[in-house]
């Protein structure tokens, strides 16, 4: 196993808690014929959890010695394919060969520019069950005017259904974390309001609302020109008190097909 100065520098706690990886295969409930992509498989207890016949797991772990005991370790009954690369390098090409379940222990300190990569493959995708900070969990499934609704959440509901399934306390993990975790399920809406060419102009206008919390919406797009009183929004509001569907009216008055 890794010396514990590596481990940290890629953010890797591993889960030993058979409890809550039982719960975590519940939530997850793997059936044959998935095809499952797993985030840094570490040394496999999510893994194993998958193992299951009839079932295709890719797995991507930044750490080498991670992909060479994982490969020894798993031989089956599951097909697996082992990857060792950076999922924020990695293109992943093979996730347009079928509809993949993606899953994961994220490592806390890029768990949030995974999450948003998965966006731009939200349309071949099942489901994604992820374990991340808990403050980060609250971000991704904030509503409006709540101080956890902003740039991420509303970026994220614009294309899945997110809920927090439980919690998990510091004692869960080997090397344990000054932060509890959060189990979080991410479903992709049936229906999207912004389509995939559209998905970096449609950030550009979320990031630019939040500029400021301080400031009320109008003045934070002032460099846009919208007619607030024909999209039927109110100005002085702040971003965080807007609506998932009041950012999208903002985004279709600025970008008309």
Not at 145 to 163: R, Y
Not at 166 to 180: H, L, Y
Request: net charge neutral.
């Amino acid at each position: 196993m890794n010396n514990r100065n590596q481990r940290r520098k890629f953010g890797q706690n591993y889960l030993k808690d058979p409890a809550i990886l039982f719960e975590m295969e519940q939530s997850i409930n793997p059936q044959p014929e998935d095809k499952f992509l797993e985030i840094g498989p570490g040394m496999g207890a999510l893994t194993s959890l998958l193992n299951k016949e009839n079932i295709f797991i890719a797995a991507i772990d930044v750490d080498e010695s991670n992909i060479n005991y994982l490969n020894e370790k798993f031989l089956g009954p599951a097909d697996f394919i082992f990857i060792k690369d950076d999922i924020l390098e990695n293109n992943l090409a093979f996730l347009e060969s079928g509809i993949y379940r993606i899953a994961g222990n994220l490592p806390y300190n890029i768990s949030t520019q995974i999450i948003l990569k998965m966006i731009h493959h939200f349309n071949i995708v099942k489901d994604m069950h992820f374990l991340v900070q808990k403050e980060v969990a609250e971000k991704i499934a904030g509503s409006p005017g709540t101080k956890d609704w902003g740039k991420m959440s509303i970026k994220l509901a614009a294309f899945f259904k997110t809920e927090i399934l439980f919690d998990v306390p510091p004692e869960a993990f080997d090397i344990k974390p000054k932060v509890n975790s959060s189990f979080i399920r991410m479903t992709p809406l049936e229906k999207t309001c912004i389509k995939n060419d559209q998905i970096k102009d449609f950030f550009e206008i979320i990031d630019l609302s939040f500029s400021s919390r301080r400031k009320n919406i109008k003045n934070n797009l002032k460099s846009k020109n919208i007619d607030w009183l024909a999209l039927g929004i109110n100005n002085k509001d702040r971003s965080e008190d807007l609506s998932l569907e009041s950012f999208v009216k903002i985004f279709e008055a600025l970008y008309k097909n």
